[in-house]
């Protein structure tokens, strides 16, 4: 059973704008959600993470925003670079415990 | 640098044999986690140790898969008999009990059976 629900699965930006990614979740006893951005052949990185008691958070150029009444969450990048170009996963835990991924999104920012 | 550490970073073997893989966590953690993610996918959870003890196991464990952190430091996860459908990448991620979920990453072990 997919927990964790990640949308779109690829996105194409230009330089400079605002990509979003969405996840859904269904266990209400997550209580941990972060971020991860992965290059080819490397291990995921942690980008940002936030507590369901937070609607949003912001680290940089990222930013969550989460619903918890309607158990979403989203991240966006600001100004974004070519750099960025990854695989983003959301995630979730609980007391933490195993994570649970969503099935990533592949971001391109093109120049 | 002091992050998580695997060895190796890449193994080919063919069907039937046996592989180990090898984590180091961040010194100060004492959780550790093995994920198993393939090609276009999200990491799926296996296993994970507090200190020497094994919490957890995943569904996805078979038989021929076992872990251990035998001092609760490093780990070895070690596949019997391979098949074709092992062929992944094996992530190692550690965190620390105290308050803080956050897991990190090691750089991950490539393995392909022929």
Redesign the interface.
């Given at each position: 059973q997919q927990q964790v629900k990640q949308s779109p699965q690829s996105l194409i930006v230009q330089k400079g704008g605002i990509p979003i990614i969405n996840c859904a979740y269904e266990n209400t006893a997550f209580d941990y959600f972060p971020w991860y951005q992965q290059f080819p052949g490397k291990g995921p990185a942690l980008l940002i993470a936030i507590r369901p008691d937070v609607s949003e958070k912001k680290e940089g150029r990222f930013t969550i925003s989460f619903n918890k009444s309607a158990k979403q969450f989203s991240l966006h990048i600001m100004d974004s670079q070519p750099g960025d170009s990854a695989t983003y996963f959301c995630a979730a835990t609980r007391a933490g415990n195993m994570l649970t991924f969503g099935g990533g999104t592949r971001l391109m920012v093109k120049p | 640098d002091t992050g998580?550490s695997q060895n190796p970073r890449h193994k080919i073997t063919k069907r039937g044999q046996n592989v180990t893989f090898r984590c180091d966590p961040i010194s100060e953690h004492n959780?550790l986690?093995w994920?198993r993610q393939t090609l276009?996918?999200?990491?799926?959870?296996l296993t994970?140790f507090q200190n020497e003890a094994q919490l957890?196991k995943?569904r996805l464990l078979s038989d021929r898969f076992s872990a251990e952190r035998p001092k609760g430091s490093f780990s070895t996860l070690e596949i019997q008999r391979t098949e074709q459908g092992d062929s992944a990448m094996y992530?190692c991620?550690s965190?620390s009990?105290g308050g803080?979920?956050?897991?990190?990453?090691?750089?991950?072990t490539?393995l392909l059976v022929l």
């Open positions: - | 998580v959780r986690y994920y276009g996918q999200g990491p799926e959870f994970y957890e995943s992530l991620a965190s009990s803080g979920e956050t897991q990190y990453f090691g750089p991950g490539r």
